[in-house]
T-cell receptor, first 116, second 115 residues
């Protein structure tokens, strides 16, 4: 069963506008971490933002914010004031586990295109 | 001072060959991983090692054998390469003592092409 779902294979946004990338997750573990990564065309994986399952406030990192709705199991990424350099693949990920080992599992990704 | 480094960055080889990808991290992390990213960009965890010990093996064919000589290194050896093994392989690491709130640091990836 899919643990991380990103329903938008591709998104377009106008430069300087805000965009929301959707992510829903599924876990029965009360303690988990949620992450967003950016993968530009050069291929490297760049960590953007983290949200813990017990965090009361939504995480923010510069132009990135995470809209965490725990009851709905969603962790959407909001990018404000989009820039051309934001064009990339974006992956939502969840880290869970226990004594058997921790692992980070990824959604299928959303390709973001920023238009000038 | 690269945090997680993989070599080689590109690897083109014929079907049936055996090849290795090396990974080293200088972050002092206890846990290292191998991920496979297919042509559709889907990232799937393959293995996880903690302090040289295998802790996660995600139903990967036996032709794939990870080797961790020490906690800073996790190499991936692939026997009898098949066309379907063509993908980008990412090595990653994270500390074990903060299991849930620490992102995985990724290497730059190795693009493997089997012809």
């Amino acid at each position: 069963a899919q643990k991380i779902t990103q329903t938008q294979p591709g998104m377009f946004v106008q430069e300087k506008e805000a965009v929301t990338l959707d992510c829903t997750y599924d876990t029965s573990d009360p303690s988990y971490g949620l992450f967003w990564y950016k993968q530009p065309s050069s291929g490297e994986m760049i960590f953007l933002i983290y949200q813990g399952s017990y965090d009361q406030q939504n995480a923010t990192e510069g132009r990135y914010s995470l809209n965490f709705q725990k009851a709905r199991k969603s962790a959407n990424l909001v990018i404000s004031a989009s820039q051309l350099g934001d064009s990339a693949m974006y992956f939502c990920a969840m880290r869970e586990g226990g004594t058997g080992g921790f692992k980070t599992i990824f959604g299928a990704g959303t390709r973001l295109f920023v238009k000038a | 001072d690269t945090a997680v480094s993989q070599t080689p960055k590109y690897l083109v080889t014929q079907m049936g060959n055996d090849k290795s990808i090396k990974c080293e991290q200088n972050l002092g992390h206890d846990t290292m991983y191998w991920y496979k990213q297919d042509s559709k960009k889907f990232l799937k965890i393959m293995f996880s090692y903690n302090n040289k010990e295998l802790i996660i093996n995600e139903t990967v064919p036996n032709r794939f054998s990870p080797k961790s000589p020490d906690k800073a290194h996790l190499n991936l050896h692939i026997n009898s390469l098949e066309l379907g093994d063509s993908a980008v392989y990412f090595c990653a690491s994270s500390p074990f003592d903060r299991p849930r709130n620490t992102e995985a640091f990724f290497g730059q990836g190795t693009r493997l092409t089997v012809v």
